[in-house]
């Protein structure tokens, strides 16, 4: 039994930008937290609230991996939790949230560039490592994950 209410639901691109600086990107500027396909019309973006704020965010996008023409294909971006909040499960909340959009829409591949801290959380969902480890700038090391839906 959860001991916590939360709620998840669609936000704007914007809202996500103050957690997406906090946990994610504290050395990037205003301007570098808008990512390509923010405001595409596929873009869906999912806040999580809990006692009337938001804690969590993830977003999605309809875009194929690397090497890959796949119009079925959707990228997870920019999923963060409060630091007051992790370990509560809303991370887990908000990636079940995006595989049940993916699925209404038919998606059949769901991957992302993941710190190589949270491989194993990803991995809970079926997500698995393809390719090499590699390192974006100021960003540590990331590793590309996915599973089919």
Not at 54 to 73: C, F, Q, T, V
Request: hydrophobic share 35%; with cysteine; aromatic share 10%.
């Amino acid at each position: 039994m959860k001991d916590h209410i939360s709620e998840i639901r669609q936000i704007l691109s914007a809202d996500t930008r103050l957690l997406r600086h906090q946990v994610l990107r504290p050395n990037q500027s205003p301007e570098e937290l808008i990512y390509p396909g923010d405001d595409s019309n596929d873009s869906v973006h999912f806040g999580l609230f809990y006692k009337g704020a938001l804690h969590g965010i993830a977003s999605i996008y309809k875009e194929p991996m690397e090497n890959e023409i796949n119009d079925h294909s959707w990228r997870l971006r920019g999923m963060a939790t409060s630091e007051e909040t992790r370990g509560m499960g809303f991370g887990r909340e908000l990636m079940n949230a995006c595989i049940e959009h993916i699925r209404s829409k038919k998606g059949k591949v769901f991957w992302c560039n993941a710190r190589t801290t949270a491989e194993k959380f990803y991995e809970k969902f079926g997500m698995k490592r393809t390719g090499e480890v590699f390192y974006p700038e100021g960003l540590g090391e990331h590793i590309v994950m996915r599973m089919d839906l």
